[in-house]
């Protein structure tokens, strides 16, 4: 096999070409799955940047992923495989043609998701103080994308290690770009203050040169971005080419590694020694065995499990929500220098809009990052933080806003735990205040939380009044992956729980890092459990005497501290000698938590035959107006 480390820049850039001619032929030949986005023609920008890389030094990647995969790692084996879906692939065969991880290497397909990830491995690197670069790769097309100016707002603002390069191939996908991006692409990032190159692959020498000047640059704290002009030669992928022949042939006809290929006798010989070991591999990785799905769900679960035990629960409130978690940063920031705070306006001396924060950043100032209003760039950095072993804790001023970071949710803290075959995690907790009541009217007071339901590797966990914030935290320490992290506005500064005044309520506690909290009236059988979460628990002690008054029945609580993945277990034990089972939720009903605790427990044989119903707010925005507020929002009402 020829050793790449050993090759000359043209010899590395003939070897992504024989790489990236090879999988076409491969999918032709139907021994590639999905789809391939080659390089072809522009190889010699992956190469010129990478090759004055550290090895230390972090590259991330779009669906054009190949060539400065190649560059970067001198390694096509692996990605041979990968490509095949094979077990001997660099993500065994899971991550396909874009998807790609290889230690300092990661590659996604949506368009310039990967840009704020990059930002937080960045900044992760400054602080480090590791002397590590980050390079991120973007196309033309992606400068329609907002995250890509979110990230460089910010990769301008915290003067981290960054270099954006833009290969600017005239296309993206099959649209020209004068008909898809208007101004200039150098004045966009121009105006953010990076330092801007630009060059193109027919003219090599002065583009290495240039690359070479950008990355010190970028080394030294001043984040750079590099326009490449470019051509692919090829489809943007498999087959779905409309561009004029007179235009690829010009192309083709003044492409570099043409022109060496067909006067350098020497660098074709090469590239058929290539061509012909390429062949070699292939014929070897169709006898490899395919990842099986044992080995695919096959991963360690960091949640601590335990039997089933359940400890008696005082649920006074010590002290209020906010000061509870508060508190908790303030010790975790001490015990440990990864734990991190990320959002906006939560500096001192305004702390947060709930003064969650508030002091944190005076006690420790390098581990309380304010930052811009940009939800899913802030998002997007915790992400890139977290693979460099920090432990972010990101906070979105509003649940409703969440919906900016969806796309870094479910495209990349979701997923790249099994998309790179379980090389890294993400241990980022995204904390938010959800919920009504304080008349903040339609966009700041939904509670959202279940349109996250069911996103893969992602945990729901919701705070209540009945546990201590420190233990969920604490909790969270132990859990390896992402947490969505619900705190209701109402609870936030709570003094006590008002419990039902016709009996006495007798409350128990499952031991467990999310507690599920079980409250039944003393010395009565109750016929109805009632599950709740979060702050509806509190509209549930407030009816309960209502609810004696109006029917002479008394219900269990039942109030839930993960969402999902639901603890079914756990909740089938707590309500399995009830015949009447309620969900209580401040969302509204359609969709949400309780339809899949409902179906979740009848799907269970001992949970047949039972009554099930599901309360929840109007499923319309919640108003500014206090009497409608009132209305719309789920009350005692609802629930008699």
């Known amino acids: 096999m020829i050793e790449l480390k050993k090759l000359n820049d043209f010899e590395l850039a003939i070897t992504i070409r024989a790489v990236e001619e090879k999988f076409l032929q491969l999918f032709e030949q139907g021994n590639l799955n999905g789809t ?18 550290y090895k230390n030094d972090y590259v991330f990647s779009n669906h054009r ?84 100016y979110e990230s460089m707002n910010m990769a301008s603002l915290y003067k981290v290690p960054l270099i954006f390069i833009c290969e600017n191939n005239l296309y993206a996908q099959s649209t020209h770009i004068t008909k898809n ?37 970028a080394r030294k704290g001043n984040p750079v971005f590099f326009k490449v002009d470019t051509y692919r030669l090829k489809a943007h992928s498999k087959g779905d080419d409309d561009r004029e022949k007179e235009e690829l042939n010009y192309y083709n006809k003044i492409d570099v590694l043409n022109i060496e290929l067909q006067n350098d006798n020497r660098l074709m010989t090469f590239y058929e020694e290539m061509k012909s070991g390429i062949d070699s591999y292939v014929d070897e990785a169709l006898t490899h065995e395919e990842l099986s799905l044992d080995e695919y769900l096959d991963f360690d679960k960091t949640e601590n499990t335990y039997p089933i035990k359940w400890d008696s629960q005082s649920i006074k409130i010590d002290d209020k929500q906010v000061n509870q978690i508060n508190q908790y940063f303030h010790q975790a920031i001490s015990d440990n220098d990864k734990v991190l705070v990320i959002g906006e ?100 007071s939904q509670s959202i939380e279940k349109l996250f339901n069911g996103i893969n590797n992602i945990q729901i966990v919701a705070m209540n009044t009945l546990v201590d914030s420190k233990h969920i935290l604490k909790s969270l320490e132990n859990y390896n992956h992402t947490t969505i992290l619900i705190e209701n506005k109402l609870d936030y500064g709570r003094l006590k729980n008002k419990l039902p005044k016709t009996v006495k309520y007798k ?33 549930l002690f407030e009816s309960i005497d209502e609810i004696f008054y109006e029917f002479e029945v008394l219900p269990k609580i039942v109030v839930l501290t993960k969402l999902y993945p639901l603890p079914l277990e756990m909740i089938e034990s707590s309500v399995s000698d009830t015949k009447i089972i309620l969900t209580l939720e401040e969302s509204n009903v359609e969709g949400g938590i309780g339809s899949d605790i409902i179906a979740g427990l009848a799907e269970l044989k001992n949970m047949k035959g039972k009554q099930y119903k599901r309360i929840g707010s109007r499923n319309v925005p919640i108003p500014s107006t206090r009497s409608l507020e009132e209305k719309t929002i789920v009350n005692s009402n609802d629930i008699l």
């Not at 101004?183 to 690359?211: H, P, V």
């Open 181 to 217: 991006l208007a101004g200039s692409i150098m004045k966009r990032a121009e105006s953010f203050g990076l330092d801007i190159f630009q060059g193109n692959t027919w003219s090599y020498k002065e583009l290495s040169e240039k690359a070479n000047n950008a990355i010190r640059h």
């Open 36 to 53: 391939v986005h080659t390089c072809i023609g522009q190889e010699l920008s992956a190469v010129s940047f990478c090759k004055n890389l």
């Open 65 to 148: 992923c190949h060539g400065h995969f190649i560059a970067f790692t001198k390694d096509y084996q692996s990605l041979i495989s990968e490509l095949m879906g094979k077990n001997s692939g660099i993500c065994g065969g899971v991550g396909g043609s874009q998807h790609l991880c290889n230690k300092n290497f990661f590659s996604n397909g949506p368009l310039g998701s990967l840009t704020p990830v990059a930002l937080g491995s960045a900044k992760a690197c400054k602080l480090l103080n590791n002397n590590r670069l980050v390079m991120c790769f973007i196309g033309d097309g992606t400068m329609g994308e907002g995250i890509v």
């Open 507 to 539: 409350f128990v506690k499952s031991i467990s890092d999310y507690p599920i909290i079980i409250g039944s009236p003393e010395n009565i059988e109750p016929e109805i459990s009632i599950i709740t979460y979060g702050g509806s628990v509190h509209l």
């Open 345 to 444: 306006d939560i500096e001192d001396p305004y702390g947060g809009a709930f003064k969650v924060t508030k002091g944190l950043s005076t006690a420790y100032p390098k581990n309380v990052i304010s930052t811009p209003i940009s939800e899913a760039g802030i998002v997007g950095m915790g992400i890139g933080m977290s693979l460099l072993g920090y432990k972010p804790f990101v906070e979105i001023m509003f649940g409703d806003f969440i919906s900016y970071a969806f796309d870094q949710i479910l495209s990349n803290a979701s997923k790249f735990f099994f998309m790179y075959n379980k090389q890294v995690s993400v241990p980022l907790t995204i904390r938010t205040p959800m919920g009504g009541g304080r008349g903040y009217g339609p966009t700041h």
